[in-house]
């Protein structure tokens, strides 16, 4: 059952194109949406993550929207570079004393230089 | 590096069969998480562990075990090993309470049953 959808699950973007992928959630009982990045034969990494109180977080060329009423978050990679091709994944962390994390499909996303 | 060690970083083993893998957590990360990453349904969580105590499951099977040990260090049992069960295995840790409850990964076990 999945509790967090992703799209699109691939992604062509020219080198300086914004990047854009779209999570949606169902339960309501998420607490912190992270987004991960994982390059082939590694394991995903913290990229940036929001809390539910805020619409909007940036870090460098990294910025999460997020739509508490809409159960909507997106990542956009701006300036996309060659080095960002990678899988990205949303992810969402459910509330209370467990915390595990429940992640979308990923997004396979490729930068064209 | 995130400092979560997996071991082995790669396994081949023939269906039937029974294997473990290991995880050390990062320095003073309590919470031990195990996660099954596979082509068809992406990465799953399996179980997670929280000073030596079970704290959550997820979609673990009946032939999965796992346990955290009092260094804190974790293992995950697969058994009775089927084809399908051939995927990436992640680790991840966290340390619990505040807000700080980010979880770093693993590098994985590739675990491939033949």
């Known amino acids: 059952q999945q509790q967090v959808k992703q799209s699109p699950q691939s992604l062509i973007v020219q080198k300086g194109g914004i990047s854009i992928i779209n999570c949606a959630y169902e339960?309501?009982?998420?607490?912190?949406f992270p987004w991960y990045q994982q390059f082939p034969g590694k394991g995903p990494a913290l990229l940036i993550a929001?809390?539910?109180?805020?619409s909007e977080k940036k870090e460098g060329r990294f910025t999460i929207s997020f739509n508490k009423s809409a159960k909507q978050f997106s990542l956009h990679i701006m300036d996309s570079q060659p080095g960002d091709s990678a899988t990205y994944f949303c992810?969402?962390?459910?509330?209370?004393?467990?915390?595990?994390?429940?992640f979308g499909s990923g997004t396979q996303l490729t930068v064209l230089p | 590096d995130s400092g979560v060690t997996q071991t082995p970083k790669h396994l081949i083993t023939a269906t039937g069969q029974r294997v473990t893998l290991r995880c050390s957590p990062r320095?003073?990360?309590?919470?031990v998480y195990w996660y099954q990453q596979s082509l068809d349904q992406g990465l799953q969580f399996l179980i997670q562990?929280?000073?030596?105590?079970?704290?959550a499951k997820g979609n673990i099977l009946e032939r999965f075990s796992a346990q955290q040990f009092p260094d804190l260090h974790s293992e995950l049992n697969l058994s009775s090993l089927e084809l399908g069960d051939s995927a990436l295995y992640f680790c991840?840790?966290?340390?619990?309470?505040?807000?700080?409850?980010?979880?770093?990964f693993g590098q994985g076990t590739r675990l491939t049953v033949v």
């Open positions: 991840a840790s966290s340390v619990l309470g505040g807000g700080n409850t980010e979880a770093f």
């Open positions: 562990y929280y000073n030596g105590e079970e704290r």
């Open positions: 320095s003073g990360d309590l919470s």
């Open positions: 339960n309501t009982a998420f607490d912190y």
């Open positions: 992810a969402a962390r459910t509330l209370g004393s467990a915390r595990q994390l429940t």
């Open positions: 929001i809390r539910p109180d805020v």
